[in-house]
């Protein structure tokens, strides 16, 4: 039985079949130049799994450039784990799905640490003219591929063979004796 199923194990990975797991956030959160947000996604990567790739999208919009006498050019930094994956700016006032690559290795320890915050445009008289954006939604979407267990060792059958032509040839030796 255990040969079968290290067969479909073989058979799947010589397909290439991968899986993907999901975690969604749907906050609906007001993010302001004043209130940065952060979220901590977990997850428990199933056993005998490997992570291929990673992506967190967000959905964003800001409302309130929409309103003709009020377009402001945010600036938007997305940090996973304290390291700056990307920099959106001016974003939509309709709305806009934002894709961002995650490198595998940041997800090791089965949490990860987003955090965004908007910079500050230096407006009338420079001062700093607040900054806002709609976090609508976030999901975090792992690809994930099984692991070959390790095959246990077979002896060869050119060894086999030759060991039992030597006691074949013994037992005959001793027959004649």
């Not at 993010?31 to 967000?58: C, E, G, V």
């Not at 940041?106 to 987003?114: E, I, N, S």
Request: net charge neutral.
């Amino acid at each position: 039985m255990t040969v079968l199923k290290k067969l479909l194990l073989a058979t799947a990975l010589s397909l290439g079949l991968a899986s993907a797991a999901h975690a969604t956030l749907l906050p609906g959160t007001y993010i302001t130049t004043l209130t940065p947000y952060s979220h901590t996604f977990t997850y428990q990567q199933p056993q005998n799994t490997t992570i291929d790739w990673a992506t967190l999208s967000l959905y964003l919009s800001d409302p309130v450039d929409l309103l003709l006498w009020t377009t402001t050019r945010e600036t938007l930094s997305v940090k996973a784990d304290g390291v700056l994956l990307h920099t959106i700016t001016n974003v939509s006032g309709s709305g806009s799905l934002y894709s961002i690559g995650l490198a595998p290795s940041l997800l090791a320890d089965g949490k990860l640490a987003v955090s965004l915050s908007l910079g500050c445009n230096k407006g009338l008289f420079g001062t700093c003219a607040l900054q806002d954006v709609w976090l609508n939604s976030m999901n975090l979407t792992l690809g994930l591929s099984p692991v070959a267990p390790t095959p246990a060792e077979v002896p060869e059958p050119a060894s086999l063979l030759i060991l039992g032509a030597g006691l074949a040839g013994l037992l005959a030796a001793r027959r004649r004796a």
